[in-house]
Each structure stands twice: as structure tokens, then as C-alpha cells.
């Protein structure tokens, strides 16, 4: 059994290890795991999660108050490494049968990759995923089950910015892409400020503009991911095509810092904290970062979508959180115990803990679960799209099919070095591989 613990303070979420399929990986998962035999007995469970300092003092206060409520159920937390070497250990247990009482991972394509049907147990007749988020029960659903609940909350693919430069300068939040190009000229007109940050030095966080456009993508053919799925529809073409160049026209209108190929990712969210920047297209898990690097910045830096043509359909492209599963292999008392702890994992005493440990990076996605009082107006900033519905999940949950190369492929874009439509069309044959390499039919 682990040593428990008392509650921790709030950590900060660092990016480290974030592979972008832009995924947080702060799930679980573990091994082994002992039965409990009938009435009166004690059944042990096992849980499995990443090694990620945050992940890990979430997990031991919540089986803490877990067991708290559940006399008889004792949880043994294992960690994983995070990474290739995690999902390799992840699809090795579940292949031969010897994974965890219970384990976290990535939901969407990653989810998919694991076979669920065959492999993990089905939750769809479980009260509590009529709490879940529309967007979360699609993230980790096929057409024959729901398999997780979520841990963590949602964040957006979206542009974080200096309310104290727009304040100063008599800006507005943008609605349409080209208001957006406006602002940033305005910022470059006043000097000092780079209007639009880019951190190639972290090359997975050139793809925001790409895959953080994916709500306006949605919002001109909501079928785009089916259609993209099966063969049907291509980057190089529109609507697609926007996100390459935007990322192409935001360089070759110089709006970017100076040292823009070698800056990293908390350089980026530093400068906007610190109003050197005035714009950062970013996963809203940077509120963690700014948290532990600039938290005097915490009501200056917010959030908008990167925004599209129309300003009608202004909407945040969103990523889920993380989910927790079982595997198939989990039976008997112990199969019974797991879904107490999944179940656990979607009460409100669970998000608290949560929000309390772990600086949250948006939304929760469960009814009845809210945001602490205090939180970065990055963060907050969010809920209205959240509440309105002006939200549109991230290409990643609605296919499987994400190419490897596209970080390398929007930095030569955002470089000047490739043109939109030559980068879309790379791009385009990077997916065909993949899609090949998955087996996908029409490929």
C-alpha cells in the first residue's frame, strides 16, 4: 500500500512529456491487483497512473477519500511512465490480460487505439454518464459503448493575450480572424510588444493554429472529421486549408517575436504575462504554467478561440480530459469495487480535490462539478463558450487519424520556409500513411 498523505497545496501542471496529439497524459492505470471474496471480506484494487508528480498527488488523495467512504475497498496506486514507453506498457497489459483493477489514459484517437470494445469494460449502463459532458462521452465512445470517466477538465486549443495591452491600446477581443490581424498590427504600430508569440524552440507548439482552428473547420461542414476519416476530405482544400494559412500569414506579415525559432513554450507564456507579448495561440494548460512561473499575471492573461470568418460561430476548439477505465480483465468483487472508484471519480468531492491539488487547465466536464473561486482569467474566460455550446471538440476526438510529422510541417510553415497549400499537402500525405499503417478502409 502507498503512505498517505495530507492534502497538498496547488501544484502547477507542466507541459513536460505532453506528445501532441495535444493530450494531457495525466491518466492511470496499474497492475495486478488482488480479489475480494464475498460479504465481509476486503477487496483490493489496483490503480494505474502516469508518473507525473501532479498526477500521482491527485491520485493518493483521492484514494484516501475513497476508501474514506468505502469501508472494505483497499486501492493500491502503481505509476507508469509517461510517454511511448507508457502506451507500450499500456497495450502490452491489456493485450495479455494482466492490466490494472483500474487505469487513466488519453481519451479520442489514443483511446480508440486500444481496441476498446474488445478490450475494456462498457460503462454506458452507469448512472453517472448522464453527468458527462456531450463533447467527453464522444471522446470515450465507439457505436457499442462509453468506457471512462474523466479526469481532470477540459482546455482549449486557443490565443491567450495581455488585457492590460489591449486596455492600453483600446483593443477588443476579436470575434472574426481578420479583426484579430487588426489588433495585432495595432500592437505593432505601438512598438516594444511582439504582437504574436510563436516558440519553435518547443516545436509541438507550432501546430495551435492548425489544430486550435478546428471549431471553424466544424463550424463550416460539421461532417469534415467523418468525411476526413474516410478518405473524403483534405487538408489542402478549405475549410481546412484556413489553419495553414493563418499560421503563413501571421509570419509573413512580421507580427512575430524576434526570436521566435528558438523561443520555448514558457518563454511564450511568460512574455504574454509579463506584457512583452501580446498574443500566444497555446493549450490552456498554460494557466499551470503562468501559475508557477508569473502568478502575479493570473488576472492579465485571458483567453479567446482563434477566431474564424464569421463572428456568429466564434467557438473554442476543446480537448477533453483524460479518462479512467477498466479493463476487461477486472472481475468478480473486483470488477464490482473498480466501478465504485470509477464512480467515485465523477462526485463532486472528487473535482474538489482535483481543483484544489492541481491548478485546473479549464471546465470540468461532470454536472454538479465547478472551478474553485480563484482561478487564472485564462481558466474563467472559458466558461461562457462552455455554457453557450460555442464549443467544437478537437479533430483528434472524432478520428483517429493524426499524422507524426505536422510539428515539423507547421514550423517550416511558420518559418516562411513552406508555403501553406506545400505544407497542407505534406501534411495530407503524412495522414495517409498513418491512416494506412491503422488499417482505416479508403486509404
Known sequence: MINRSTRRPMLALGASGVALSLTLAGCAGGGGGGGGGGDGEEVTISYLVDNQESTVLVAEALIEEFESQNEGIQVELETRPQGAE??????????????????????????????????????????????????????VSTDNGVYAAPMGQAMSGSIIYNKDVYEEL?????????????????????????????????TWTSQLFVLGDFANVLAEDPEWA????????????????????????????????????????ADGVAMVATGEGAHYPILTFAASQLS?????????????????????????????????????????????????????????????IQGEIVAPTGPFVIEGCELPAEVPAMVSDQQPYFDEEKTGLALEFSSPIKGPALEQITVAVGSGITSAEEGAAQYDEDVKKQAQQLGIEGW
Not at 105 to 114: E, V
Request: charged share 25%; hydrophobic share 40%.
Open 86 to 139: 507508457g502506451d507500450n506498457l499500456i497495450k502490452t497489459r491489456l493485450s495479455t490480460g494482466e492490466m490494472n483493477s483500474v487505469f487513466a489514459y488519453n481519451t479520442g484517437s489514443l483511446m480508440q487505439a486500444l481496441n476498446p470494445d474488445q478490450t475494456l469494460v462498457n460503462l454506458d449502463d452507469q448512472e453517472f454518464v448522464g453527468l458527462l459532458d456531450e463533447n467527453f462521452v464522444k471522446a
Open 170 to 202: 483600446g483593443l477588443e477581443v476579436p470575434q472574426t480572424w481578420d479583426e484579430f490581424i487588426a489588433n495585432a498590427e495595432a500592437v505593432k504600430e505601438a512598438g516594444d510588444i511582439a504582437p504574436i508569440v510563436q516558440t519553435y524552440g518547443d
Open 226 to 265: 467523418e468525411k476526413y476519416t474516410n478518405n473524403e476530405a483534405k487538408y489542402v482544400d478549405q475549410p481546412a486549408l484556413a489553419g495553414f494559412q493563418k499560421l503563413e500569414e501571421v509570419y509573413e506579415k512580421d507580427l512575430l517575436n524576434e526570436d521566435f525559432a528558438s523561443a520555448t513554450y
Open 292 to 352: 508557477a512561473s508569473n502568478p502575479e499575471a493570473a488576472d492579465i492573461v485571458g483567453t479567446f478561440p482563434i477566431p474564424g470568418d464569421n463572428a456568429e460561430d466564434n467557438a473554442l476548439t476543446v480537448w477533453m480530459p483524460g479518462g479512467v477505465y477498466i479493463p476487461q480483465s477486472t472481475e468478480g468483487a473486483e470488477l464490482e469495487a473498480a466501478k465504485k472508484f470509477v464512480e467515485f471519480v465523477t462526485t463532486k468531492e472528487s473535482c474538489d
